[in-house]
């Protein structure tokens, strides 16, 4: 996602408010250096690389957050102790996904009513927000299979609903919502709305110039709610040169459509990954501009996944801030799909570190209050997966509901001699060498997977497992409740 160079102004806009104690301390370059002595910052098994910019920002909540650290645990036990088990699962995951059949694309559809209704519980985010009450319009972009666009009819009967989404036969997701229930569809594929994001003409020599689509879908309307709810598919047909960089043109494709068309005070909901990457802190930073920001993450649903919803509500598009914002991501769909030697799009260069230090320092604290019931879900989720987990709820010492009693865990000897400035009481780390090479060349660290060491989280974990009740809303269930997503 693009990063704004300077700060624009941002004058009177609403900011969410947040209570704190104190303030979280900053992360330094040689602090960062010490954590990645201590911990392999990786976390998702189908991610080549972390951005320098993204391991900054996990630095710094391991700095500051316990319940950050808690799931980076369970994520080191299944992204790189428990490799083979992890790989497979996820494996098995995907398949199920690609070749989903009917009755598994009628559960999908079933799922995302569920994640709406959930949502909607928690955040009031289908309902009305603006003037326009019970009669609101709404644009789901990447609707199918409609089960958001389901929910907000089922809570507002006399909603006015519009959706863009991929056709199935460029691999998109069949609808299941009925057709008749839309005020408008449009089936296209949406990175490719060339007017929308550009006002330059289409280089002469790209190879697929003519399946740019001049079409500006819905243009002559306003929405109170938009959705944003795109996911870059493995089944779309797609040539092989926009691998590199279909998910930054698909994200700014809605992010650019989607304030193009938000009405002032609409609601924006978008699904981000990893809360404690850089580019999704960015995206809720620049959002907390001009909107009031939330992160909301099913209880149950995707609940392993670093997935996650920004939920931005009262947007301000005419705000200096969201105009500035939208030019940027306006030239970032631009380099990333025309840009280049080839001319058929250049990878997003990562920022600059003042430019992660900044965000941290104005947005650090909130991230940490918006992340904090994401990476609880998450943690929750992953400890109950064989390949992540050990079968029991074991919270971070310093989260919600654990008794002072609680063993301290040996990330808080790390945390405390960071803060301190001081070397590391005899590092348990399971990995040396490999990080300091991961951090230098911004390469994956090695795998511990063999022989697998034992990793300090396990050491909390043992210490904590006796302590903590197992708690009745988070009983165990069936292994893997994710095994039954689409
Ligand atoms: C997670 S699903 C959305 C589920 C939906 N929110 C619901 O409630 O049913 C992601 C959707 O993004 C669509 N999609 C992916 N890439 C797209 C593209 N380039 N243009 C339009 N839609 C796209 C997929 O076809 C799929 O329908």
Redesign the pocket.
Known sequence: MSTPTAPPEVGSSPKPEFVTTKKPSMISIDELVKIMEANTLQDDPREKRTERSSKLVKAYLIKNEPEFVRVMGFRDRGWMQNKDKGDAFFKAQRERADNADVSGEQKF?RM?IQI?DEMNGLTGALSPQTARGPNMKVL?I????????AAVLKFNPRASTFA???PKDQG??PIHIERSRLAGLQL????MLVNEYTDKPIPPNHPDREKFLTIRPFRFHSFDLV?C?????RT?QREDYREKNEVIR?STSQLILAMQRIKPGGTLVM?LHKIDSFPAANILHIFSKFAKVEAFKPQKKHATRSSFYMIAKDVQAGHEAAKAVVEEWREAWWKATFGGETGTGEPKLDPPESVVLNMLEEFGEQLMEMGRPVWRTQGDALSRTEYAGDGSIVRSDNAVGLSNAVKPSPWRDLRESLKENVPLPNSRSPVGSSSWRALRENVPPQSTASPITPSPWDVVRESLKDRVPPQSSTSPTPLNKDLEDI
């Open positions: 559809f995302m709406a789901d990447c609707m199918a299979p409609g089960g958001y666009t863009i989404t991929l998109g997701h296209l594929d949406v990175t959705f709810d795109g996911m870059v598919l779309q698909l699904l």
